[in-house]
């Protein structure tokens, strides 16, 4: 694929279909060049991700957002990011930012999450390295590691705190502002890509959050039909 057009995957759940189409709108509505999007669904997963469902695992795509490398043929470079975000900006800014020293690049978040649960009782789970995996750049030919069968046999923490890198130098890191947590972050106008990390605004609870009016603004453009 041309180093000009993004390859996006996003984490497909069930629980929160409408977060898909909601932000692949904004990035469409906003980008500046081609995109091509690969939602990670289980169900177009069969025998290819195996692994059982770990009663832990907040979403469907927990663990198979690491096939990103293995479903790009190892070839080029390639954006992951969880369905629960809203692209406030160009992702041509991101795409932008990719920089062949590195094998995987993110947002290096530092922080302990301030609520014990999440969207639907889910289990605040807390690590080193928390949401780092939500939003990757993976060049692609530097991730052989990521093996359809090591991401059906790896641990979580092995997958998530990036160990199957030689080591942490070779994760590069990406300003804050892409992928900006919704709740455990303060306000801040020039966020890009919001992660509603907690719960996004289409549940009851938490429509009231940052940034959710801009959500739901854009949800409105998903729906939108020119009539007569």
């Known amino acids: 694929m041309k180093d000009n057009v993004a390859r996006i995957f996003v984490g497909f759940d069930s629980k929160e279909v409408v977060a898909y189409h909601v932000l692949t709108q904004s990035i469409i509505e906003r980008s500046s060049i081609p995109v091509v999007f690969s939602p990670i669904v289980l169900n177009n997963l069969e025998g290819v991700f195996t692994r059982e469902r770990n009663p832990l695992q907040s979403t469907e795509f927990s663990f198979s957002r690491f096939l990103v490398p293995y479903l790009s043929d190892y070839q080029g470079w390639s954006i992951f990011m969880d369905c629960d975000m809203l692209a406030r900006t160009d992702i041509a800014e991101l795409w932008a930012l990719r920089d062949d020293r590195y094998a995987a690049m993110c947002v290096k978040h530092d922080y302990q999450p301030k609520v014990e649960t999440k969207f639907l009782g889910q289990t605040q789970t ?11 750049l993976f060049n692609n030919a530097k991730c052989t590691a990521l093996t359809k069968d090591f991401v059906n046999t790896a641990t979580g923490l092995q997958l998530h705190q990036f160990k199957w890198l030689e080591n942490d130098d070779q994760i590069g890191e990406v300003p804050v502002t892409w992928n900006y947590l919704v709740n455990e972050y303060d306000y801040r106008d020039d966020a890009k890509l919001v ?18 009016e801009e959500w739901f603004a854009m949800r409105d453009r998903m729906l939108h039909v020119q009539q007569k």
Do not use: C, L, Q, V
């Open 195 to 212: 992660h509603f990390t907690d719960g996004g605004p289409y549940f009851d609870e938490y429509r009231n959050d940052d940034y959710a």
């Open 126 to 136: 807390k690590y080193e390295k928390k949401n780092w995996s939500s939003m990757i």
